[in-house]
Nanobody, 119 residues
Framework: QVQLAESGGGLVQAGGSLRLSCAAS????????MGWYRQAPGKQRELVAT???????NYGDSVKGRFTISRDNAKNTVYLQMNSLQPEDTAVYYC?????????????WGQGTQVTVSS
């Protein structure tokens, strides 16, 4: 069973930065896509950013130009650099990883890490 371990969340003032990390427990599983989603209280979970194994990225409109996603394929780890944070970025951030094995598309989620931005 693949597990995703997130780290790097916390409390930051508006305008500040945080860096999230997510490491997959199984090094032999090749994930076609890794990424981050977030969910604020009373809202639906939304896309933050995704990245493929080849480095193709996709960002949610609200974070474009402020957040940067990257990954280390050798470590099966994905990162999210968050700059110019605003109070509306406050949410639980979830790591996600998708990959094919045995003809099945597997979809994994982390437990989430809280990011709180104070005004």
């Amino acid at each position: 069973q693949v597990q995703l371990a997130e780290s790097g969340g916390g409390l930051v003032q508006a305008g500040g930065s945080l860096r999230l990390s997510c490491a997959a427990s199984e090094g032999t599983f090749t994930f076609s896509q890794m990424g981050w989603y977030r969910q604020a209280p009373g809202k639906q979970r939304e896309l933050v950013a995704t990245i493929t194994g080849g480095g193709i990225t996709n960002y949610g409109d609200s974070v474009k130009g402020r957040f940067t996603i990257s990954r280390d394929n050798a470590k099966n780890t994905v990162y999210l650099q968050m700059n110019s944070l605003q109070p509306e970025d406050t949410a639980v951030y979830y790591c996600n990883a998708k990959g094919w094995r045995g003809g099945i598309l597997w979809n994994y989620w982390g437990q989430g890490t809280q990011v709180t931005v104070s005004s």
